[in-house]
């Protein structure tokens, strides 16, 4: 997947209609590798209204084009997007009038106004958006999608598989201690748990929330400490910075009636049976997971036992259970971890709850287990400022990180950041310098650059250290006694401003003290 460029044909916000340019040389990209593009530039030049653009795109393709949301440019504001996916170079223009306004080309082959190819030819395999920021934007473009009133003879201007995905969507209620007793009537005695995978075609556009990554964090441990011979796994780098190990974890369940697909009535039937113990609290169901206890029935611990299932495989673990969540079937998770402080040996470590971590070594595990989840093929992300509560070294390590999660998947980033020590990671032909009348084309080198560089150079700040030791140091130059200068040379750090009060020193004395 690789966007390469993308126009706005008419304003949309604070976003000018002008080109902007994702790749230069497309065809020179290495085979598999994953792309990173950093979207940078000053407060209010619509990085964040380009990447809600693009994924509107996105989602009104999954959709087939057949409804309208509020403020959804991707039907109202004329564009021109191209890029590549699965080898082929796709062209969609749009002159903003919904469906029937939009015409594809793939490979300069041009198709009829309004005839959409099929999702698997057009679609990253999955796009997922996280952002740091204000959600309510987000969540108000992947709102669930109010289908216009159609008439039935309209009906064949959509492809088959988009109908029998929403025939198939529809959930069947279960009483929950029915679901609980019957373990038998969950699935048909004819069917595999493949088939439950495949028997809904699934969304290809996430969103991911704050309040969800703790689902992602359980799902992307269970999966690698079950895989401890993969000694290539990306979250081995990651468990470098912050050494956790999942020793159990607890699913609050709410028992009600409640409308399940076929795969979740099975799932919550597989959590149920696998629980080391229940516990009755009120309203609710504790089900706490010993990882360690070994299963009579399977002789294989609990964590052998989730890996085994399927319906287990990370991504799609994560899913159900956000979808369960959301519902309010699962009302919360607890992790307990083996921790080792940063610096500590092995015989030190603690036993804790994951949300006694700091904020940073919960927001950096929880959103790095969000990128290895989706180590897929062919996906497009949009990180909205993902450094957030990252310190200065994980915000080094951000980069390289992904890189590593992403290897060999030919998926592709885009990443806004205001941390400059983000950019010294970034290629010139990666970074899309945004101004208030576009596109910058001349973009300064940051790659291996000292921070301060790229604070100058693409944010525009005067000076790499902060206004007030700016303010004070340059006042004692221009009006402070050599005395005042000497005592705060001693407290003034290496770089430019120690070495501009050395050289006022040395000019104010006399030239026969200085022989």
């Not at 979207?39 to 393709?61: E, H, M, Q, S, Y």
């Not at 997007?81 to 223009?93: A, K, N, P, V």
């Not at 309010?328 to 402080?341: A, C, E, K, Q």
Request: charged letters at 25%.
């Amino acid at each position: 997947m690789r966007l390469i460029e993308f126009h706005p044909l008419a304003p949309y916000r604070n976003l000018p209609p002008r080109p902007i340019r994702f790749t230069i040389e497309p065809e020179q990209s290495q085979d598999n590798a994953c792309s990173i593009r950093f979207l940078v530039g000053p407060n209010g030049v619509g990085k964040t209204n380009l990447l809600r653009f693009l994924a509107d795109i996105f989602l009104a393709l999954e959709e087939n084009y057949r409804g309208h949301r509020g403020d959804s440019p991707a039907y109202s504001v004329p564009y021109r997007l191209i890029y590549q996916l699965h080898g082929e170079t796709i062209t969609i223009r749009s002159n903003g009038e919904g469906r029937s306004g939009v015409r594809f080309t793939l490979n300069g082959e041009a198709r009829e106004e309004g005839d959409i190819p099929a999702r698997d030819r057009i679609l990253p395999q999955t796009l997922m958006v996280f952002t740091s920021g204000d959600p309510a934007p987000w969540q108000s473009l992947f709102s669930p999608l109010i289908l216009p009133e159609t008439d039935p003879d309209e009906l064949d201007d959509f492809d088959d598989e988009t109908l029998r995905r929403e025939e198939e969507q529809v959930p069947q209620l279960m009483d929950a201690d029915e679901l609980i007793r019957t373990s038998q009537q969950v699935v048909p005695s004819d069917s595999t748990p493949e088939d439950e995978l495949s028997q809904r075609s699934p969304r290809r556009s996430y969103f991911t929330r704050q309040e969800q990554l703790p689902f992602a964090l359980l799902a992307a441990l269970l999966h690698h400490q079950a895989h401890p011979e993969n000694s290539d796994s990306p979250f081995i780098d990651i468990l470098a910075d912050v050494n956790v190990r999942l020793i159990s974890f607890t699913l609050r369940y709410l028992p009600n009636v409640w409308a399940l697909y076929p795969s979740q009535r099975r799932l919550l039937r597989r959590l149920f049976d696998l629980a080391t113990i229940t516990v009755q609290e009120g309203d609710e169901q504790v089900w706490v997971f010993d990882l360690n206890e070994i299963k009579p029935e399977t002789g294989q611990t609990t964590l052998a036992n989730l890996s085994d299932d399927p319906l287990h495989e990370p991504f799609q673990f994560f899913q159900a259970l956000v979808e369960m969540a959301q519902k309010g079937i699962f009302n919360g998770l607890d992790m307990v971890v083996n921790y080792r402080p940063p610096g500590r040996a092995e015989d030190e470590r603690r036993t804790l709850l994951t949300q006694h971590l700091s904020d940073g070594e919960l927001a950096f595990l929880s959103r790095m287990a969000l990128i290895y989840l989706l180590r897929d093929d062919e996906c497009l992300f949009f990180l909205d400022e993902p450094e957030t509560h990252f310190n200065d070294d994980w915000k080094r390590n951000l980069v390289d990180s992904i890189e590593r999660a992403l290897q060999q998947t030919n998926s592709e980033v885009i990443l806004t950041s205001h941390a400059s020590i983000v950019l010294t990671d970034a290629f010139s032909d990666e970074i899309i310098l945004l101004t208030h009348d576009g596109q910058e084309p001349i973009v300064p080198l940051t790659f291996a650059a000292e921070q301060g560089e790229p604070l100058r150079m693409v944010f525009g700040s005067e000076r790499s250290v902060g206004r007030r030791a700016m303010r004070r140091v340059e006042a004692a130059i221009a009006s402070g006694s050599a005395e005042e200068l000497e005592r705060l040379l001693q407290q003034v750090g290496p770089g430019y401003y120690r070495f501009q009060i050395v050289k006022e020193l040395q000019r104010r004395v006399p030239p026969d003290q200085s022989a």
